[in-house]
């Protein structure tokens, strides 16, 4: 085994593969220097163990101590018990093992399926250890931050990561947005997928801010001009911030189907009845019927129409209003002069990254109509392509990672089997489409839905609720709680799922200052140089 | 080596010896690391117990000094006294040393009356005193001795022969916490006796 780094800091004393392994420090080692989310490695007689620390505890082997405590201004004292008897403790959740077996010879590191024998030596794992488990910054794994306390780099496995739907979760504040466009970056510097950003709050296309710095910090079009395109649903606001947009988004009300306005039931306020009266006024008018119902006069004439359909007179005026609401939105208008999927999926084709930006239209409802219609079309066309590539010849399109916020709004238990959001995430990426969810509050998300997210990455979260659902189904989950809990409060996450071989939390990688920019532009240049290298070696 | 001999063994046991001094008075400390030989053995023990009393069991002595001016003039007027008086210390063994080994741990055979007892040169202390292991034989010194009292003064004796004493009474702080877990009170008493 390769050569130690860091000291000694204790030795396991007990423990079960369930819970994890409790490690008494020696004397040298002080509990103020362990913090919880660090990771160690356990020298076992037959492999080596590579875990978390998890909490972190001050132990007296005689209770009179903690009755009658010496005196703190007694040095000699303090300095006879300190490792003696009175003692610090850890409790740590192995998570990996490295080499001892064939298997992990070969495939790297194992889970664990035992625990460290008695008397194992307990150090902190060093930076190569880490690298050993999350492997190095390469043309597939992105830089996404350091773990706790560390200098190593923490890389992700883009290519790996977007096979599989993902979420981003945080209370307000904890550093989402800034987490996704890294992410973001991350993605379209290192795996093949292209993305589709619905961005409520315009911070993803062109500029977004940091409320800690108080500045402006860049978003993806200003580092990647070639490879992002910002497409937004209110053209003067865009303008007036500076932001050079690509394309103006209409929505058609003849695009609008009965299943777009089921599915906004909730925040239009629609009653049961309402919502039935949608497929009936679809059935009878045709593309063009919402417009037809709002133009249908207050007249005898109008009620024999609904009664004709069974239509409750109460029912058509809560619809009129919830459709109002629709047609009040500026970007609605009664045809769309050029068709919004069709534009995006060209884009999309030429492996272009579209940021759909909303402008001053912040509210839910736009968010979710608009977001809602576009997923669902542009979804169908890439099953149809993907269906076409499997019977023909034809190239399979390539992978989309479709960003939507509020996550809870389009996936709780509600509406998900409604929303194009819900199959996408329960169908895994059977059509090459996967999801990145951000949400403050995953505990409204659909069960379901949240256990299909291949890899999670969570900033700190308070609600219980929320911290369950989150944590939900991983083993170590109360250990992990507690690493929870303790994440700062701001630009620190947990990760774990598919992408990682174990649970890490790290800092987020720093975002905003010209360093961390040209940083990212490095970054690029190792993938053009792969490709170029690749190139070169083939042709 | 002969000039330093303070007494001689005058009842001997397993576990200890007791010795008289030479000259009245001449005690050595209590605690202090002294030995006697039994070739090829070294017998390793501390003073336990001191004490000056009567030669003859039955005969106490009587008080006499009422009508001198200082205690030194009682012993001139009653030269005698140095004769029917004598200053005795118990031993507890707690090692020997055969081939120039250390062992802290009893001998085979106790020491032979008449064998001299000396007091250990700082050298002696430092080589002896390289491990705690005699502290466990301390420990279980007996009803008679007044052990917190004794491990404290050894200890205090033995680090006045050590380079470096404070680290070495943290270091024997140490090892006592682990020998007396569950006994706080103990362990306290010993280590504020430490200083
Ligand atoms: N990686 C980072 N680099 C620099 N600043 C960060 C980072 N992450 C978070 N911050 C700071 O924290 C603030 C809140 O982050 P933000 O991503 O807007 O939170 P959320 O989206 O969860 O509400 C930012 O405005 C910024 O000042
Ligand atoms: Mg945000």
Redesign the pocket.
Known sequence: MEERTNPLLGTVVAGSVEKGVDIRLDAHASVEDMVVGRYVTIEGKKRRFFGMITDIRLGVTDEDISMSPPDASDPFMVEVLDGTATYGALHVLPMLTIGGDVASIIEGPQPVKTVPSHFSRVSLASEQDMELVFGKEDSQRFWI?NPLDMETKLCLNLEELVKRSNGIF?????????????LLIGMLQKSRATNLIFDMHN?YGWE??????GRK?KALKQLFPEKVAVFTLDEENSRRRGVSTDFTVRIGFDEIEPEDIAFLRQTLNLTEAATEAVYQLRRRFGRDWIQKSLDLADADETRDILQSMNIHESSFQNLRRGLATIRRLPFIVSKAPVDAVKTILEYLDRGMNVVLEFGRHMDITAYMLVANMLAHRIYRRYQEKTEASMAGNVAPPKPLVITIEEAHKFLNREVASLTIFGTIAREMRKYNVTLLV?D?RPSAIDEEVMSQLGTKIT?LLDNEKDIDSVLAGISGKNELKTVLARLAP??QALIFGHAVPMPVPIR?????TEA?YKEFARGLDVRQQAEKDIKELFD | MLKDKLGEVIESSTTGFTAECYELYSLPPFGSLVKTADPPVEIYGVVCQAGTSSIEPGRRPIARGKDEESEAEIYSANPQLWKLLRSEFRVLVIGHKQDGTVYHYLPPKPARIHAFVNLCSPEEVKQFSRSFDFLDLLMNAGPQVPVEELVSATLRQMSTAQEDQRSFLVAAGKELTALLGGEFTRLKAILTRLK
């Open positions: 931050g945080g209370k307000s504040g904890t550093g989402k947005t800034f987490l996704t466009r890294l911070e977004g801010s940091s409320e800690s710095a910090v951000i403050q900033c701001k630009q987020t990688r720093e975002w905003g961390s």
